[in-house]
């Protein structure tokens, strides 16, 4: 089945680590995604991709980095400058069009203990 | 810039109550709106979508239809069960400001939970 696929689900990290939130689609999607939710905030860009070799800086950028290498794979790096990490965090898809939908994963819980 | 306001919640409702969350939009060109809704430890999946003014989406009972006049889509439903709580997202797509074709940015506003009672 077609799908966007986040691991972990659940990650725990000490301050001061870096850590990879991995995501990847077999939509064949040009477009990808990562947001950022916290309670009473809604979802926040941190950064997006259109192609492949090629991202943008969201809203929320700083604290965090992305590569893509592949169609299928949006890796998000939070780095140790990232002042507040514990979040849950989103990565999603889609074809590049105003009509079309975004296709969500199941997100992953990052907790800085 | 592009921005999305919805009704703050939570919202609590009996079963089989009638359901609006108001959502309004500020835009600069000719978005697509979108619903949203995430349950609890999951991802956002699509509800519903209108494309253009007067479009009516649908989906599960759910229902909204894109006002350009009001620039408002809020959701509806007429009989709300336990299964439909959740947060519920409105969003809205529009091309990104200063940017070739083919650029668009999704706008998410902040979420509205709502729990339904047996």
């Known amino acids: 089945d077609g799908g966007i696929t986040q691991s972990p689900k659940y990650l725990f990290r000490k301050e001061g680590q870096n850590v990879t939130l991995s995501c990847e689609q077999n939509l064949n999607h040009d477009a990808m995604y990562w947001y950022r939710q916290d309670p009473g905030q809604g979802l926040r860009l941190i950064y997006y991709?259109?192609?492949?070799?090629?991202?943008q800086k969201g809203d929320i950028a700083e604290g965090y980095s992305v590569s893509r290498e592949k169609k299928e794979s949006f890796p998000l790096t939070v780095t140790s400058a990232q002042k507040n990490p514990t979040a849950f965090y989103l990565c999603a898809s889609s074809i590049e069009g105003i009509n079309t939908e975004a296709f969500f994963g199941q997100g992953t819980r990052l907790t800085v203990v | 810039g592009n921005s999305v306001t919805q009704m703050e919640g939570p919202v609590t409702l009996s079963e089989e109550a009638f359901l609006t969350i108001n959502c309004t939009y500020t835009?600069?060109?000719?978005?697509?709106l979108f619903w949203y809704v995430q349950y609890p430890g999951e991802g956002l999946q699509l509800l519903l979508k209108?494309?253009?003014?007067?479009d009516k989406g649908s989906n599960k009972g759910f229902e909204a239809t894109y006002r350009k006049e009001t620039t408002s889509f809020h959701l509806e439903k007429g009989s709300v069960q336990v299964s439909d709580s959740a947060v519920y997202f409105c969003?809205?797509?529009?091309?990104?400001?200063?940017?070739?074709?083919?650029?668009?940015?999704?706008?998410f506003g902040k979420g509205t939970k709502l729990s339904v009672i047996p």
């Open positions: 209108a494309t253009k003014a007067d």
């Open positions: 991709s259109q192609i492949v070799n090629d991202f």
């Open positions: 835009a600069t060109g000719y978005p697509s």
């Open positions: 969003a809205l797509s529009d091309k990104k400001k200063n940017s070739g074709a083919g650029s668009y940015q999704l706008t």
